[in-house]
């Protein structure tokens, strides 16, 4: 439906970044030939998080989609890439064309030969727009596949790996991540002294340190804490040699490297993601490889980051590794690079950041005294575990746990050497421990039982063992047992629902505790991972299974931490949350007039109107570059939608008004959406009149009115507008110093609200000579104007006060986005209900299906949420407010429009044309077409 072909790519994505996209999916497709096009072409525009979220920092409105590519192989779709319009961004922001990758958030599958690695996936096929309802069969034919994803990042400032390191790692863990956010959400939640949302004052942009990391994923429902294999005391300063450094410390090194590649693989086989702050320079020059076969080496440039001696702190994501045990390959996606790079273990931990002691970890360790260093320092073996918020213990071994800037102590008495996550368990074990935990009635038969499963223990070789973290509800997943010990995986499944029971009764009940499981031997280990004590991972309880194949039984030994004075809790996900009365009264639903934004065509509002009912309303986007052509214009690489609709004139608004109305034909036009975020910012008194976001909206106003007028469209009656963000100034590299840091604007709430109202009272006149009302849209975020329910009530408040706004009253409401109220920001229906300033400014409605912790895309209704009833509940709020007018308050327009932005065809726009029509607003399907 958007498909466009290579001319155009190459003209807006760049000749020269295309072919570096080209390379990257020769490899990809590894040595197989298969066809490149689908439905005449693998191109389309589509919509992308990452470049919605850049044009946020960047401070500007377009191109705010990007050109959608699909991997395809023997014919099905296996991924796709969302490609940066360098072409139009280097335009757009004013910037010397330095913009130069243009991967942004894309979905891939591993090349093929690699059957032999375990690479991380995640399900976000349907939530990028890919997909079907589940109510047509589910999704369409490529099915929802499980990929992985990768983004380059873009160099605005300082570099921005870290922030595409994080976005990689929260995309692989949609299920336990609160939000999967853009680059500049990111870098907002991840700076610790970040102005608050409404205080307003300067953010700093810049690529993060490993701590503001942990900190940012510690605030989206995730464990990561930064763990060192090796203590950071230790590590060379930056005056010491480092290959002297390796090479002089050898002895002590060596077993740091082995716990530090044994954890990674504890976390890869759990599928779970691993972030690693490295040296770049160091990581390149030790080896890194695009394959095994042919052991291609990343070629990098002799540029200040990658030449010998250089110190440059980056971040790449670990997100496979070989499925034997003691394979030392791993594989990284680099987001300066590429996906999928092959390096050994050793590599990983020699490359290690290079930062300041002091300043890195003092915040994060308040009570230690504060270490002061002259020098920084590099720091080998340094990795961010991505694991579910409930896990504490993590994958290294007690002894050498670091947690910011001081080493966690063993408390006095303690066996370090004892059972424990990756510690050893070979002829260090010692039989008092069994003796302390021994049964008072053990039997002579339990004893000889035992005695095999201690010599077991102490014949097992460390290399043998991947710990796994689970849940114990999910026991009986296979990937624990490796092919090597299929009778035993036969033995343990034999039991699983008994040893589950067991399990389950030292948790009080709880089935999803997450747990490590080791295998040693023919033991396996069962590891509380969610306990602390005292400050610090503790295990509390530890459980082991011996299986004897003597007497074909499974032995239990519970081996609880006696030193602990914590009971263990159950509990579950965190609790039952807090949702209030969500039951919306019902309204006359059938009232609604089912419509829909012609924005599903980026080709302009003609093709979007082929096929379409003429039972369905429109609402106009306006407009696409192509609906531009109709009355002439500039160049489109020159100049931005909304600068173009703001310069449009008399003439050729009549044109645009003649050409609207001979496509919409008998359908109705309820009135425009737009995006113009422009026409939010705060501006001189001066010039506010004249800037493109105030003359767009007048525009719009000016069409609506001509259509009303001499076309008799009186069913026009509304203009949706995005509220804006609250960032401010456009990124000027001359302001980085080269600290790669550069400050940004952030607008206080307040302050944008009233920009706002004040630039909307400038075309006061214009909304009432066309008899229009404004439907301002609320765009979920931080960053945003218009953005959490606090600032609709601050606005609804404004409207009520017979003040400055005053005059605004009648003409301002708030457009019902179902997806970003009910889905994304799950604003509680009663909320609504019980403020009446918010919901009699309820004028307009949006539908459409989004992923719940991320803006991906706009999705067909029950592709993603499977679940019709929270549209449902939303539809009957709004036909409650469609049906009962308050004086005093603006009109609703009973309109509620499908929203999916650049769709991917027509399959998709016309089954959620069904869904409303008939599952929805409950209309006989067969009126549809009628």
Sequence with gaps: MNSIFREIVEREVGKEALEGVDRLIERLRGDDQYPEFLSGSPYRYGPSQMIRSELELLNVSDPRFGIRQYLVRKGNIEGMLNLRRLALLNCRAGLPGNFDKPIADCLLTLPPGFADIHVLKTKLWAANGECLPAQSGGCAAES?????????F??????????????????????????????????????????????????????????????????EGLTGRRLFAFPPELCPKETEDFEEFLVRNREILDPARLRFVQALRAVVMSNFPVILPVDLARLYQRGVYYDEKFERRVILKEDGHHKPGSKSGHAVVLVGCGKKVGDD????????????????????FESGAFGSFSNEFAESNGDAPR??????????GQMIPVLPGRVTVTPLPPETLWVGKFLLPISEGEDPRGPGLLTLRDNDIK??????????????EVARERSQALRSAREWKRSESVPRLTRLSELPNPSFFESSIAPMAGHFSERVSEIQDRLRALFGGCRDRWLWVERTGDMLWFHDAESRREGRPAFPFEAAYYHSHRSKKWLEFYVPNLSSKLAISGGGEGGEKETGNEIAKLGPIDRLKPSMITSVSLHGFEPALR?????????????????????????????????????????QLMALAGAIHRAAGERPIHGFASFIPEFARPSDEADAADSPGIMALRNLCQLAGIL????????????????????????????????????????????????????????????????????????????????????????????????????????????????????????P???????????????????????????????????????????????????????APVEGYPRCSGAVSIEIEACRDSEIRDRSIEILWSDLLGRPIETLRG
């Design 144 to 152: 929802e596949f499980e990929a992985t994803p990768y983004v380059q």
């Design 154 to 219: 873009m160099q605005i400032c300082g570099g921005m790996c870290a922030q595409a390191s994080v976005y990689m790692a929260t995309a692989l863990l949609p299920e336990h991540a609160a939000h999967i956010r853009g680059i500049s959400e990111i870098s907002y939640y991840a700076e610790k002294k970040r102005p608050q949302r409404g205080e307003g004052g300067e953010l700093g942009i810049s690529g993060l340190k490993p701590d503001q990391i942990s900190h940012y994923l510690d605030g």
């Design 329 to 348: 390959r791993f594989l990284i996606n680099d987001p300066g690079t590429g996906p999928f790079l092959w390096v050994s273990g050793k590599t990983l």
């Design 371 to 380: 270490v002061v260093e002259e020098k920084p320092r590099f720091f080998p």
């Design 431 to 444: 039989a008092s421990f069994w003796e302390k935990v021994a049964r008072k009635d053990q039997s002579d």
């Design 611 to 651: 096929g379409w009912p003429t039972s369905l309303g429109i609402e106009f986007y306006g407009f696409m570059h192509s609906d531009f052509d109709k009355v002439g214009g500039r160049d489109e690489l020159n100049a931005a939608s909304v600068e173009r609709l703001a310069g449009l004139t008399s003439e």
């Design 708 to 827: 009303k007028k001499d076309f008799g469209r009186t069913e026009v009656g509304m203009i949706e507008a995005v509220g804006g963000g609250l960032i401010s100034g456009a990124i000027d590299p001359a302001a980085d110093k080269g600290d790669g840091r550069i400050t940004k604007n952030l607008a206080k709430v307040d302050d944008a609200v009233e920009a706002i109202l004040r630039n909307l009272l400038k075309i006061r006149g214009d909304l009432e000579n066309a008899d229009l009302v404004v439907a301002l849209e609320f765009e979920p975020g931080p960053l945003y104007a218009f953005g959490d329910w606090d600032t609709l009530v601050l606005l609804a408040d404004l409207l009520e006060a017979e003040e400055e706004f005053g005059p605004l009253k009648n003409l301002v409401g708030f457009n019902l986005d179902i997806a970003h109220w009910g889905i994304i920001e799950a604003i």
């Design 829 to 883: 229906l009663s909320r609504v209900f019980e403020k009446p300033g918010v919901f009699n400014r309820i004028v307009h409605a949006h539908i459409s299906d989004h992923h719940p912790g991320a803006h991906f895309a706009d999705c067909a209704l029950g592709s993603v949420s499977r679940n019709l009833d929270v549209f449902r509940k939303w539809l009957n709020l709004y036909a409650v407010r469609h049906a």
